[in-house]
């Protein structure tokens, strides 16, 4: 069974960094792709940053330039480093895990930036 789990979230002052952590258990991590997903209040859930397998990233044109995915596959932990917070990156930050057909979820990690 695929577990995520995030952590690193909290409240920071606009223009501060948090990095988000999220450890997987239950598969082999190092073969699929990960990423992060944000959702503010009374919005949808929109992509943030994926990354491949092979290293490869991807960013919201929102987030490019500010922040930076990872992985480290020995530890079987993505990051989501973000620095230059503003306020209107406050939200719930989800990790993914994309394994074929299907895609898993963390239970999410509140980060509030104030201004």
């Known amino acids: 069974q695929v577990q995520l789990v995030e952590s690193g979230g909290g409240l920071v002052q606009a223009g501060g960094s948090l990095r988000l952590s999220c450890a997987a258990s239950g598969t082999i991590f190092s073969i699929y792709a990960m990423g992060w997903y944000c959702q503010a209040p009374g919005k949808q859930r929109e992509l943030v940053a994926v990354?491949?397998?092979?290293?490869?990233?991807n960013y919201a044109d929102s987030v490019k330039g500010r922040f930076t995915i990872s992985r480290d596959n020995a530890k079987n932990t993505v990051y989501l480093q973000m620095n230059s917070l503003k306020p209107e990156d406050t939200a719930v930050y989800y990790c993914i895990l994309d394994r074929g057909p299907r895609r898993y979820w963390g239970q999410g990690t509140q980060v509030t930036v104030s201004s």
């Open positions: 990354i491949s397998s092979g290293g490869s990233t």
